[in-house]
């Protein structure tokens, strides 16, 4: 069981927003920024955001995030067949004194 | 071109050795943490292990504490994790991932991972 919980998967069809939650506690997402992945089929790991809601050079505005408390969630608008992919959060967590990840999120693209 | 290439990955009896290794090139590999991030087969990721861009702090997850070790070296620009008492639950695609020292930059940059698998 991951420290960090996501709901398995999310779906959508072409054009339309959908959002990923991300639930932790006090030691990890309470405390310390939230980073998320987006893993393609038979890939690493890409980093999708960073600093809660900071986007890498190259990452698509379609991609936003957000946190409050010990909560945060993923957006992706304008949604395409190219986002099928795993989603994950990620964060540093003080009581394992370890980078936790959440479960992951599988993206259908319908 | 930044990358990270890992290594050493094998096939291993319950109970063996392996170590893995992880270069750097494109760059400045002193200012950086490194990670190992592993993956079993069609499930999530699961971060295993930690070393400071000087040789620590060290962390380890749980489940590999008192088996796997974090090392550096930073004349070859690489990191390495020697794994022992393995066991089929360690059967994984080993990533190794880099964290800026001096900011909030997550894992940034991923290798494209070596295989594990742990059976008799």
């Known amino acids: 069981q991951s420290v960090l919980t996501q709901p398995p998967s999310a779906s959508g069809t072409p054009g339309q927003r959908v959002t990923i939650s991300c639930s932790g506690s006090s030691s990890n997402i309470g405390r310390h920024y939230v980073y998320w992945y987006q893993q393609l089929p038979g890939t690493a790991p890409k980093l999708l955001i960073y600093r809660d809601s900071l986007r890498p050079s190259g990452v698509p505005d379609r991609f936003s995030a957000s946190k409050s408390g010990t909560s945060a969630s993923l957006a992706i608008s304008g949604l395409r067949s190219e986002d099928e992919a795993d989603y994950y959060c990620?964060?540093?967590?003080?009581?394992?004194?370890?980078?936790?990840f959440g479960g992951g999120t599988k993206l259908t693209v319908l | 071109e930044v990358h990270l290439v890992e290594s050493g990955g094998g096939l291993v009896q319950p109970g063996g050795s392996l170590r893995l290794s992880c270069a750097a090139s494109?760059?400045?590999?002193?200012?950086?943490?490194m990670n190992w991030v592993r993956q079993a087969p069609g499930k999530g990721l699961e971060w295993i292990s930690y070393i400071g861009s000087s040789g620590g702090p060290i962390y380890y997850a749980d489940s590999v504490k008192g088996r796997f070790t974090i090392s550096r070296d930073s004349a070859k620009n690489s990191v390495f994790l020697q794994m022992k008492s393995l066991r089929a639950e360690d059967t994984a695609l080993y990533y190794c991932?880099?964290?800026?020292?001096?900011?909030?930059?997550?894992?940034?940059?991923w290798g494209k991972g070596t295989t594990v698998t742990v059976s008799s």
């Open positions: 991932a880099r964290q800026y020292s001096y900011d909030s930059n997550g894992l940034d940059v």
């Open positions: 494109g760059f400045t590999f002193s200012s950086y943490t």
């Open positions: 990620a964060t540093w967590d003080d009581r394992l004194s370890g980078w936790v």
